[in-house]
């Protein structure tokens, strides 16, 4: 069974260094043939509308929105429950591909034989 990595990123931004580092491991894990799972909590989950990654500048990194661009080619994204609700997002608000779930399904993933789990 190939590794895999579950990757949740709880900032936005409110801490930009730690979110850009979240979808920039996730995108350069896709680039190297790993597949990956992106969860979006806290402040990460307004990423998930549409035009919000465009909107995050961090100097001398990646573009935001091409690397969640590279996720959702390659990956799963996902928001969690929780976080969408307390902000009034629903899955009509999301970007096509991106889902809601929960701890549960959060769990079930960080746990399945292969898998690494990080957290930024």
Request: charge should be negative.
């Amino acid at each position: 069974m190939a590794r895999s990595l579950v990757i949740k990123v709880t900032a936005g931004a409110d801490a930009p260094e730690r979110c850009n580092q979240a979808f920039t491991v996730a995108a350069a894990a896709l680039a190297s043939g790993v597949p990956v799972s992106l969860w979006l909590t806290g402040e990460a989950s307004w990423f998930a509308l549409p035009g919000r990654a465009k909107e995050f500048s961090l100097p001398h990194a990646a573009a935001l929105s091409d690397l969640l661009d590279a996720v959702l080619a390659g990956g799963r994204v996902t928001v969690c429950t929780q976080c969408a609700a307390r902000r009034d997002i629903t899955v009509d608000d999301l970007i096509a591909g991106v889902r809601i779930a929960g701890a549960p399904a959060f769990v079930e993933e960080a746990v399945t034989e292969g898998a690494q789990a990080l957290v930024y």
